[in-house]
T-cell receptor, first 114, second 113 residues
Framework: DAGVIQSPRHEVTEMGQEVTLRCKPI?????LFWYRQTMMRGLELLIY????????DSGMPEDRFSAKMPNASFSTLKIQPSEPRDSAVYFC????????????FGQGTRLTVV | AQSVAQPEDQVNVAEGNPLTVKCTYS??????LFWYVQYPNRGLQFLLK??????LVKGSYGFEAEFNKSQTSFHLKKPSALVSDSALYFC???????????FGTGTRLQVFP
């Protein structure tokens, strides 16, 4: 398996634009997590899914953020409109059994909003 | 409130010496604890976990961690450090009755030749 695949690896966009980050989890993994990493706030969980259903989105910072998982092999995190303070590295991770098992992380998307 | 703390921002150690990266936690219920490592421009990689059983857990790349319930600690250790171990290390704890993990702020390990 190729692991968790995220795209794009880098994204530079202007303030106010819509940004869509994509993630393909490891096949057979029932859990998918979206994290954001910044120097100031460290690693934060934004939202996670179990069997394509959002379970906890309490970490989503604002209504500008939304996430979907239309099927078991694909998820998106959308920011609309984007702001400079959204600049961060966004990670997607998947796991077999949630909090009991190890999560496999993608390489991340480095988002810069100018 | 449930939390995890990594009291050291950076740990410096000479190659060949033993290393320890500290982690303490506060959780409800039985703790499920994890260590991850992050190399530059990469995602986090799993090292080891404690769910139940032996207090000394062995993981990848020669790392191990000792669970201490009375001290609420889960320190990461390695008997002999390598320069290639230089990276950012994260401790994490499962939030009680959920599938969420809380990550510590990370400790940068620098191993000098």
């Amino acid at each position: 398996d190729a692991g968790v695949i995220q795209s794009p690896r880098h994204e530079v966009t202007e303030m106010g634009q819509e940004v869509t980050l994509r993630c393909k989890p490891i096949s057979g993994h029932d859990y998918l997590f979206w994290y954001r990493q910044t120097m100031m706030r460290g690693l934060e969980l934004l939202i996670y899914f179990n069997n394509n259903v959002p379970i906890d989105d309490s970490g989503m910072p604002e209504d500008r953020f939304s996430a979907k998982m239309p099927n078991a092999s694909f998820s998106t995190l959308k920011i609309q409109p984007s702001e400079p303070r959204d600049s961060a590295v966004y990670f997607c991770a998947s796991s077999l059994a949630g909090g009991y098992t190890e999560a496999f992380f993608g390489q991340g998307t480095r988002l810069t909003v100018v | 409130a449930q939390s995890v703390a990594q009291p050291e921002d950076q740990v410096n150690v000479a190659e060949g010496n033993p290393l320890t990266v500290k982690c303490t936690y506060s959780v409800s219920g039985n703790p499920y604890l994890f260590w991850y490592v992050q190399y530059p421009n990469r995602g986090l990689q799993f090292l080891l976990k404690y769910i139940t059983g032996d207090n000394l857990v062995k993981g990848s790349y020669g790392f191990e961690a000792e669970f201490n319930k009375s001290q609420t600690s889960f320190h990461l250790k390695k008997p002999s450090a390598l320069v290639s171990d230089s990276a950012l290390y994260f401790c994490a704890v499962r939030v009680y009755n959920t599938d969420k993990l809380i990550f510590g702020t990370g400790t940068r390990l620098q191993v000098f030749p």
